[in-house]
Each structure stands twice: as C-alpha cells, then as structure tokens.
C-alpha cells in the first residue's frame, strides 16, 4: 500500500522540532519519498504508489495557512 503520512502539528517547523510533522514536511517526505523533518509513515514509498497526507482536525476551528514565496523551493 501508498505511503500514508499524518500531519501532527499545524505551525512549519520544516525540521526544527522532533516529533512534529507540519504540512510543509510531510510534503517534503512525500516528494522524496523519505521521512522528513518529524513525519514518519505506513505503508511504502514508491514510484507505483501515490503517496497519502493525512490532515487531522488539530484544534477546533483549525486551519492550515499555506503561503509560496518567489523563488523558494521548499
């Protein structure tokens, strides 16, 4: 099966805390098809699979603010 990568934490850590995996992570993770940063996954990475991020209600209310800036690749 697909890898499955949960999403633990709503703020971009983008590596600096163990233990949380932020959206921007678990992107990273998917597009490398490696652990990232905190994520960790079930199932497999791989060219034959599509990958799984799995967003939980964080809070009440809670929302994922995505920003792109020119320029960077991340």
């Given at each position: 099966?697909?890898?499955t990568i949960t999403?633990?934490?709503a703020t971009d850590d983008f590596g600096a805390v163990p233990?949380?995996?932020s959206l921007r992570e678990?992107?990273?993770s998917a597009n490398n098809g490696s652990d990232f940063g905190g994520?960790?996954?079930t199932g497999f990475y791989g060219p034959a699979f599509i990958d799984v991020i799995e967003l939980p209600?964080?809070?009440p209310g809670g929302a994922f603010t995505l920003t792109r800036f020119t320029?960077?690749?991340d």
């Open positions: 099966s697909a890898a999403v633990n934490t233990g949380n995996c678990a992107i990273q994520c960790t996954h209600a964080l809070a320029g960077h690749d």
